[in-house]
């Protein structure tokens, strides 16, 4: 059978940052996390990628940002497309364009917007109509933190327990309430990642002692963090976001070798961070697999965190971004 999708299917989707962090996997091939995890999806850090059915190519073909992706981003690129040829019975190559309105190389968390993007062009393209939870279990393939840009607000990420990873998707969380934004302060100075997520975490598995212990505690760590956001108590959600992150952070440095994704600015944001809360505003940070940290904080208190964030030495222009939507079909390209 021969897909018959649109000419070009075009999809916007935009990154996310986890309140309950996902540090390790349960199995490898499906990219099965070890655990659940809860995010934010942010509107300001957002993909577009456009995809076209090319019969005449013998390989796909991929750019980001108007250059040709590397050997290995395009391979692996391939191989995620292969999933949905699979489900739609095609051998087609297809040509992807994709770009984002932050920088990829920044660390920031590209791969989430950049897959949850493409699994609905691509599916779109292949004449595909999936529903968000099939497109969650797809854009977890390519990067399990994706299969949470599948939808806007605040998201969690279940881990499931089948071996086919059936039940590894992310859902809404319906009914908070609490206006949520962030501010996102990059270490200026951040070279290429010391280390990558995929490998990063597999290293904490196979040799911290801490990992168990941290494994254990996610699924308390959701609990509290739905029950405290939906009491908007700052205090609470502070110590659970805070302590989310601080964990998985100590998890992956006790790793032999350990692995420091913080630099100086990191810690310096994160006082300031303290010291703002401490002064009444509702606000904590988050630090992702590598140095720039991002605060989550209400509305109204924003430009007063993005102001006290500009000025701490070492971070570059602050991004304020506001809670996004879900990944989705547009008309066109930006
Ligand atoms: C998170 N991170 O919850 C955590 C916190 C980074 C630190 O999800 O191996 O690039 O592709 O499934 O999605 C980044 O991990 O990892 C991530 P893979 P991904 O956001």
Same mark, same amino acid.
């Given at each position: 059978?021969?897909?018959?999708?649109?000419?070009?299917?075009?999809?916007?989707?935009?990154?996310?940052?986890?309140?309950?962090?996902?540090?390790?996997?349960?199995?490898?091939?499906?990219?099965? %996390?070890?655990?659940?995890?809860?995010?934010?999806?942010?509107? $300001?850090?957002?993909?577009?990628?456009?995809?076209?059915?090319?019969?005449?190519?013998?390989?796909?073909?991929?750019?980001?940002?108007?250059?040709?992706?590397?050997?290995?981003?395009?391979?692996?690129?391939?191989?995620?497309?292969?999933?949905?040829?699979?489900?739609?019975?095609?051998?087609?190559?297809?040509?992807?364009?994709?770009?984002?309105?932050?920088?990829?190389?920044?660390?920031?968390?590209?791969?989430?917007?950049?897959?949850?993007?493409?699994?609905?062009?691509?599916?779109?393209?292949?004449?595909?109509?999936?529903?968000?939870?099939?497109?969650?279990?797809?854009?977890?393939?390519?990067?399990?933190?994706?299969?949470?840009?599948?939808?806007? !607000?605040?998201?969690?990420?279940?881990?499931?327990?089948?071996?086919?990873?059936?039940?590894?998707? $992310?859902?809404?969380?319906?009914?908070?309430?609490?206006?949520?934004?962030?501010?996102?302060?990059?270490?200026?100075?951040? !070279?290429?990642?010391?280390?990558?997520?995929?490998?990063?975490?597999?290293?904490?598995?196979?040799?911290?002692?801490?990992?168990?212990?941290?494994?254990?505690?996610?699924?308390?760590?959701?609990?509290?963090? &739905?029950?405290?956001?939906?009491?908007?108590?700052?205090?609470?959600?502070?110590?659970?976001?805070?302590?989310?992150?601080?964990?998985?952070?100590?998890?992956?440095?006790?790793?032999? %070798?350990?692995?420091?994704?913080?630099?100086?600015?990191?810690? &310096?944001?994160?006082?300031?961070?303290?010291? &703002?809360?401490?002064?009444?505003?509702?606000?904590?940070?988050?630090?992702?697999?590598?140095?720039?940290?991002?605060?989550?904080?209400?509305?109204?208190?924003?430009?007063?965190?993005?102001?006290?964030?500009?000025?701490?030495?070492?971070?570059?222009?602050?991004?304020?971004?506001?809670?996004?939507?879900?990944?989705?079909?547009?008309?066109?390209?930006?």
């Amino acid at each position: 059978m021969e897909a018959k999708g649109s000419d070009v299917a075009i999809a916007t989707a935009c990154a996310n940052i986890a309140l309950v962090k996902y540090w390790g996997k349960r199995e490898g091939k499906l990219n099965l %996390p070890a655990a659940g995890s809860v995010s934010l999806t942010l509107d $300001a850090l957002r993909t577009w990628t456009s995809v076209s059915l090319s019969p005449e190519h013998r390989q796909d073909v991929m750019t980001i940002d108007d250059q040709a992706v590397s050997e290995a981003v395009l391979a692996r690129t391939s191989r995620f497309v292969d999933l949905i040829r699979d489900l739609a019975g095609s051998k087609t190559r297809v040509s992807i364009r994709s770009k984002s309105n932050f920088p990829t190389a920044a660390g920031l968390a590209s791969s989430a917007s950049g897959f949850a993007a493409l699994a609905v062009a691509v599916s779109d393209a292949f004449g595909l109509s999936l529903d968000g939870q099939a497109l969650s279990i797809l854009a977890r393939r390519g990067s399990g933190s994706a299969a949470r840009s599948i939808f806007g !607000g605040f998201v969690r990420m279940h881990a499931g327990e089948r071996a086919d990873g059936t039940d590894a998707f $992310a859902t809404p969380i319906p009914g908070l309430s609490i206006p949520m934004a962030a501010v996102v302060a990059p270490a200026a100075k951040a !070279g290429p990642k010391a280390i990558g997520s995929t490998e990063g975490m597999e290293q904490t598995r196979m040799t911290s002692p801490y990992y168990d212990a941290w494994i254990a505690q996610v699924d308390i760590d959701i609990e509290e963090s &739905l029950s405290s956001l939906e009491a908007r108590d700052w205090d609470r959600i502070a110590q659970v976001v805070e302590g989310s992150c601080l964990a998985m952070h100590a998890n992956a440095m006790a790793a032999r %070798p350990g692995i420091v994704y913080f630099q100086g600015s990191t810690l &310096l944001a994160m006082n300031v961070v303290r010291s &703002l809360r401490h002064a009444g505003v509702p606000v904590c940070f988050t630090v992702d697999a590598g140095p720039h940290l991002v605060a989550f904080t209400e509305p109204d208190y924003q430009d007063r965190v993005a102001n006290a964030l500009s000025q701490v030495p070492g971070v570059g222009d602050v991004i304020k971004s506001s809670s996004g939507e879900g990944a989705h079909l547009v008309g066109r390209m930006p």
